[in-house]
């Protein structure tokens, strides 16, 4: 090879090589000023996201005056309705009973053996009935659902034969509950919308009763209902079956809801008086500023069907969880790259990322993260992230599910405080619902939370306790609780 070619080729080499050098120090500097500004973001969101245990104790001293203002009659955002005016079960009560668990576009039959407190809940029996469309479109189609209900009772009762040897001679009991729904689907909003202030003296509740009894006459079936209840009435009966020291039931999952006793101390300093108030507050429309909110929280409720609404619920609630996180998520693909120079198109899809998705990500212990691998591609057709962005996304759900359930925490103090239980008193309160059912790591943020916040001296004080028998169980309960004498006169 001639001298000349040799330098030549050595120059183009040595060219090639500067310029790939600059390049990757061109890149890597991109790189990193793109992953400062991802721990910018992050470092950020979790600033404004912290629940110290002071701050809990804000949100739980505020919820606590508000539930006393709100009982004594003045206006504020939790709302407070006296749904139970009624002896609970005392875990005394044995037999079959029966329930009714009516949701946005189904409703639960079930049926159960109570045996007990120590024992568990037996033969269990659920059965699911899908309600028509054209049901639950028409706000007044009460009497239809009714006799639906009426109907599918009459084929389960017959279908579905009591072992219970005393059942055949007592007269049956049964409990209905219903369970509010979080809109999603718009053809469940006809009827339904009509359930979501059920209360002792309210007019809609009355009807359904009326139309039900008139139903279960017409089908021959020998049971009457006395009440209409929000499901988490049920959970408090159910949990008040098992440990007259509960006082409050909370559901958590696609949305949130509390009911509690009104002054459970005199109830249980007076048992001559086998009736009991029973609260049902609509926590989830909990708003104060105390409450540790981000930029991310206020676009999603500005974006949202009812804005300045449900502030709480928007916190803590299977709805949103996800949702908040894949905003989160959105802002760093857009302000720095985290999943390449181009925005993945599906990331900008509102409630595209579901909170049972979000909690498998979360509880990812893959060394590479290969579940959130797997979930990015299969949610938002993100094929090449890196284990470091999918690190990120770990981060993102704790932070989120931390102060979620961190919150949760607080507002279960607030309301033993409001009961003057926390010093002296053992409190149980129950939780029903898919987000506690399933997300472990929520759930133990929750926990550690209320130990955290009551310390030492306290935290024993109050005992959460998972809901008995599973979604709907609690119309069982109360189906055994009018067992009592002077029940629901
Ligand atoms: P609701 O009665 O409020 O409609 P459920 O109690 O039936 O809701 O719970 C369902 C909700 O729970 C889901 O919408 C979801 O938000 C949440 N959820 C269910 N499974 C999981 C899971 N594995 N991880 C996290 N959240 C879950
Ligand atoms: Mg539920």
Redesign the pocket.
């Known amino acids: 090879m001639k001298r000349e070619v040799v330098v030549a080729a050595a120059v183009t080499t040595a060219a090639t090589l500067v310029g790939l050098a600059v390049f990757f120090r061109h890149w890597r500097r991109r790189s990193e000023r793109r992953w400062r500004q991802v721990r910018r973001i992050l470092r950020n969101l979790a600033w404004c996201s912290a629940t110290t245990a002071a701050k809990l104790w804000d949100v739980a001293n505020e919820l606590a005056c508000d539930m006393e203002a709100g009982e004594k009659g003045g206006g504020n955002n939790i709302r407070l309705l006296v749904s139970y005016l009624a002896p609970l079960p005392t875990g005394d009560e044995k037999g079959t009973f029966y329930g009714i668990n009516l949701r946005g576009t189904n409703f639960l039959i079930l049926r159960a053996r109570l045996q007990g407190k120590n024992e568990p809940v037996t033969e269990l029996h659920k059965q699911e009935i899908a309600i028509p469309t054209a049901i639950m479109a028409n706000a007044d189609s009460t009497r239809e659902l009714c006799d639906l209900i009426g109907l599918e009772l009459s084929k389960f009762i017959s279908q579905h034969s009591e072992t219970d040897n005393e059942a055949q001679t007592r007269e049956r009991k049964l409990g209905f509950t219903v369970?509010y729904?979080?809109n999603e689907d718009p053809a469940s909003s006809g009827i339904a919308s009509k359930w979501n202030r059920l209360s002792v003296d309210d007019t809609v509740g009355k009807e359904l009763v009326a139309e039900i009894n008139e139903a279960f006459k017409k089908h021959g079936v020998d049971m009457r209902v006395f009440a209409v209840v929000n499901d988490t009435v049920g959970d408090l009966a159910g949990g008040r079956y098992y440990s007259k020291e509960t006082v409050a039931a909370v559901?958590l999952?696609?949305?949130t809801n509390v009911s509690y006793i009104e002054s459970p101390e005199q109830v249980l300093n007076e048992p001559s008086n086998p009736a009991e108030t029973v609260i049902n507050m609509e926590w989830g429309n909990f708003n104060s500023f105390n409450l540790p909110l981000t930029e991310y929280d206020t676009s999603l409720d500005a974006e949202s069907l009812d804005p300045g609404n449900r502030i709480f619920e928007k916190l803590i609630s299977?709805?949103y969880l996800g949702e908040i996180v894949r905003r989160v998520l959105l802002k760093m693909a857009q302000e720095a790259a985290l999943f390449g120079d181009s925005v993945p198109p599906k990331l900008t899809i509102p409630y595209s990322l579901?909170?049972?998705d979000m909690?498998a990500m979360h509880q990812d212990t893959s060394e590479d993260y290969e579940v959130v691998e797997e979930k990015l591609k299969e949610i938002f057709d993100i094929n090449d992230s890196t284990p470091m962005a999918r690190e990120i996304v770990t981060e993102i759900c704790d932070i989120v599910a931390e102060r979620g359930a961190r919150l949760v925490g607080a507002g279960i103090v607030g309301i033993v405080k409001k009961m003057g239980r926390v010093e002296n008193r053992k409190s149980v309160i129950t939780i029903e619902?898919?987000?506690y059912d399933?997300?472990r790591i929520f759930r133990n943020y929750l926990h550690s939370s209320v130990w955290e916040i009551l310390g030492d001296e306290h935290s024993d004080n109050v005992i959460i306790e998972h809901s008995h028998g599973g979604?709907g169980a609690g119309s069982i309960f109360l189906a055994a609780s009018q067992t009592h004498k002077n029940a629901h006169s």
Do not use: Q, T
């Open positions: 369970s729904p979080i559901s999952g696609m949305g299977g709805m579901r909170s049972p909690a619902g898919g987000l399933h997300y979604s």
